[in-house]
């Protein structure tokens, strides 16, 4: 019988720490003990029965415990939500009730909460998180303060009632500092500026707030923001268009799933189209009147590549204008490399790929036997009016001489032209 299971009772005091279970000293502490002498006691048969009572209580008790944390950790997870919070004091606002809304893809604005300012104007709201970052806004009395959120941040506005939408700032996040200068800087514009001013302010902006921002809900609210009654950047003047592709392109590499960006790329074309069709009232590409209309953007490579280079050298030129990302490119590009074949060391292909995605872009043109450049429509606006390109596939032939011959819409006409 091993030693380990024999315990000694020393005037009813249990010995190696028995005492401290109290199943076992319970049945230990009732035997008699004789003149103080130490008696050795068995207790195999007792402490193997007491053992397995004890296991069975425990286990019974872990397994409760474990359904129990584990139903808690489910419920906590369940009524978990991702939130931001908003706080600050509006001085002299003690009382009053401002509004948190938020606007739609339409443009409109609905409220999302509303808060009544403690004593000294202090505040404090938490709100569910935008799935992508958005615009918010605080009213009170028909003014306004803006500002982004990106997901959980806390944002910090103070103001107070007299000057509320006027003067404020706001901290938490970087945008949002970036947004208080901002509009700090357009409340300093000037009215009745003259269009020449007008249009430096909208450059300086654009360099300052947007160009190295890409996908910044910030770069979205500064294109779309409104003043008095016109937009700052306007999608139907000609001039604006590449300041919306610009950002479009941003978006959709960064955020191609974001609501945003399907917004701003359907806002880019057809401002691309508009400003193409006032173009065409005054531009004619007849070939008795036109000479070459040079284009140089990079190919796969990075090299940059210049029309002028390979047209009037003594070859037909086709310049293609097409997206390599279109569901039809694999079928066009097809046809156009049969004719290219055909009339291999007669003429030469240089595709305009208008595609927004580099990436994918690339690893199509490598596969391409001509020359085929990256020009998405935030950089290629001004050869795309000076070609009046409306439509895509579209495509330009040059004679060996460089003077531009025509200009045809479908593969069928393009290889009786180049003959």
């Not at 129990?68 to 009524?79: E, N, R």
């Not at 000294?120 to 982004?148: C, Q, T």
């Not at 959120?149 to 506005?157: G, L, M, N």
């Not at 097809?334 to 055909?342: C, P, Q, S, V």
Request: overall charge neutral.
């Amino acid at each position: 019988m091993r030693e380990s299971l024999v315990r000694y009772v020393y005037s009813g005091i249990v010995e190696k720490g028995v005492e401290k279970h109290p199943f076992l000293f319970g049945k230990i502490y009732g035997h008699k003990i004789i003149n103080h002498q130490c008696i050795r006691i068995k207790i195999i048969k007792f402490a193997k029965h007491n053992c397995k009572i004890m296991m069975k209580y425990f286990n019974n008790v872990f397994i409760k415990t474990v359904s129990l944390s584990l139903s808690c950790l489910l419920m906590l997870a369940a009524c978990k939500e991702d939130k931001f919070k908003i706080k600050g004091e509006i001085s002299g606002g003690d009382d009053q009730t401002i509004v948190l809304e938020k606007s739609d893809f339409n443009g409109r604005w609905f409220t999302v909460d509303s808060i009544k300012l403690k004593s000294n104007g202090a505040f404090n709201l938490s709100v569910a998180a935008p799935n992508s970052p958005d615009i918010y806004r605080l009213e009170y009395n028909g003014k306004y303060i803006y500002f982004p959120v990106d997901s959980t941040e806390t944002i910090t506005v103070n103001s107070s009632l007299s000057e509320f939408g006027h003067d404020f700032t706001l901290s938490g996040s970087s945008n949002a500092e970036l947004m208080e200068k901002f509009e700090k800087e357009l409340m300093a514009l000037p009215k009745g500026v003259s269009v020449d001013s007008l249009a430096d302010f909208k450059k300086n902006v654009y360099s300052n707030y947007m160009k190295d921002s890409q996908g910044s809900i910030l770069s979205y609210y500064i294109l779309t923001k409104i003043v008095g009654d016109k937009p700052l950047y306007d999608p139907n003047n000609p001039t604006d268009t590449k300041y919306f592709g610009a950002v479009a392109t941003g978006f959709k590499t960064v955020r191609p799933d974001d609501p945003h960006t399907k917004l701003l790329e359907q806002t880019t074309l057809n401002s691309l189209k508009r400003r193409n069709v006032e173009a065409g009232k005054y531009q004619q590409l007849e070939a008795e009147e036109i000479s070459l209309i040079d284009i140089e953007f990079p190919d796969e490579k990075g090299k940059m590549q210049k029309l002028s280079e390979i047209a009037g050298k003594g070859k037909k030129v086709v310049v293609i204008f097409s997206l390599l990302s279109h569901p039809d490119s694999p079928a066009l590009n097809m046809e156009l490399a049969e004719i290219y074949n055909r009339n291999k060391g007669n003429v030469e292909f240089y595709n305009v790929s208008l595609d927004d995605d580099q990436y994918a872009w690339r690893e199509s043109a490598g596969n391409i036997p001509w020359i085929t450049v990256f020009a998405p429509a935030s950089v290629s606006g001004e050869v795309m009016a000076k070609y009046n390109v409306t439509e895509i596939p579209v495509f330009f032939i040059y004679d060996a001489d460089g003077s531009l011959s025509g200009r045809v819409d479908n593969v069928e006409d393009l290889e009786k032209k180049i003959r």
